[in-house]
Nanobody, 126 residues
Framework: QVQVVESGGDLVQPGGSLRLSCAASVGTMEYFAVGWWRQAPGKEREAVSA????????YYADSVKGRFTISRDDAKNTVYLQMSDVKPADTATYYC???????????????????WGQGTQVTVSS
């Protein structure tokens, strides 16, 4: 069992950078794979990135590949999403979610994730 809390959302200019954090407030993050999802107003929730348990393997949506980097620090019980070269299309509420395991061809399936956070708002605007 784990409870996750997101932080780091903010207003950022196009082309800027931001780092989101997903911390375990209850439980131990090292036993879980973690994914980042986002949902913009009027749009469906979409998978952004995910990271397996250590030894870690990362997955990315095509829309963020090369711009976002996911990482984990199990000593700090935290998973990060480093966002670079952000675009207005990245504006959304970002959620992290934890699950015991994810499969390479199904990392973006929400059913693998049991524990979801409340979200943090990212707004990209000049």
């Amino acid at each position: 069992q784990v409870q996750v809390v997101e932080s780091g959302g903010d207003l950022v200019q196009p082309g800027g950078s931001l780092r989101l954090s997903c911390a375990a407030s209850v439980g131990t993050m090292e036993y879980f794979a973690v994914g980042w999802w986002r949902q913009a107003p009027g749009k469906e929730r979409e998978a952004v990135s995910a990271i397996t348990r250590s030894p870690s393997r990362a997955y990315y949506a095509d829309s963020v590949k090369g711009r976002f980097t996911i990482s984990r620090d199990d000593a700090k019980n935290t998973v990060y999403l480093q966002m670079s070269d952000v675009k207005p299309a990245d504006t959304a509420t970002y959620y992290c979610a934890a699950g015991p395991v994810i499969l390479p061809d199904a990392w973006n399936a929400p059913g693998w994730y049991d524990h979801w956070g409340q979200g943090t708002q990212v707004t990209v605007s000049s």
